[in-house]
């Protein structure tokens, strides 16, 4: 069995890179986000496993996330995957939705 931390509903599972399909791509958002907040510490292959993600659409919310202020790169590694980020600042239980 799946640890109650890491499960992920097959609803939050679908493909965020759809067009036309923002509310699905911001709910996503959203799960990735209380992730994040749940573990200080991440690696982006752990969001990439966890939520079924593209490797496109993982770049751009750490890109993302990062221009907002919200994380910071720890431990940089030529493997996007194993690049290790912790949480800089917790801006609140919604995810940012704008840069800065």
Known sequence: MIPTHI???QQFRANP???GNAKKRIVVKQKIWEYIRRNKYFRVGDLVAIF???QSYAKWL?????RAGAIELIQKD???N???YRLKNDIGV???KALK
Do not use: G
């Not at 750490?62 to 990062?66: D, E, G, H, P, S």
């Open 17 to 19: 890179q759809n067009k």
């Open 78 to 80: 030529k493997n996007f």
């Open 7 to 9: 499960q992920v509903t």
């Open 94 to 96: 919604k995810a940012p």
């Open 62 to 66: 750490i890109w993302f996330f990062t």
């Open 52 to 54: 079924e993600l593209k």
């Open 82 to 84: 194993n690049r290790l």
